[in-house]
């Protein structure tokens, strides 16, 4: 017999836990922004907004902002007159990393897998 679904499961790649030489506060921004986006990687919202949802200051959601755009694993483009932005998450630029990270040994790419 099922069991009833109770919430969402996200996979990580590896790459985000053990080889990524980012800051841990970066890494889980990504991991929920990641969440937050329904997995669709991009996410139409503020840094305020993403700071309420996630129960963190401003300023340390911008800060880590900063640090996944200067990874190349986020791009922000802003609404001029408006303080939304989107937040696009570039899932290629961390399939690169962990590519990288595993010395171009084959592993299988985590949006191909069979889901269960």
């Known amino acids: 017999m ?17 080889t990524c030489d980012l ?3 970066a890494l889980m921004l990504f991991i929920r922004l990641y969440a937050q ?12 907004k993403i700071a309420n949802a996630l129960g963190l200051k401003r300023d340390k959601v911008h800060r880590n902002l900063k640090v996944l755009v200067d990874a190349g694993l ?3 483009e802003g609404v001029e007159g408006v303080n939304l932005s989107t937040y696009t998450l570039s899932v290629d630029a961390l399939w690169e990393l962990n590519t990288a990270s595993h010395h171009g040994a084959d592993i299988p790419h985590w949006t191909n897998l069979p889901v269960a």
Do not use: A, C, N, W
């Open 37 to 48: 986006s329904k997995f669709t990687y991009i996410l139409h919202s503020s840094v305020r």
């Open 2 to 18: 099922m069991q009833e679904m109770k919430g969402l499961f996200t996979q990580l790649p590896d790459v985000l836990l053990t």
């Open 74 to 76: 986020i791009t922000v």
């Open 23 to 25: 800051p841990d506060e």
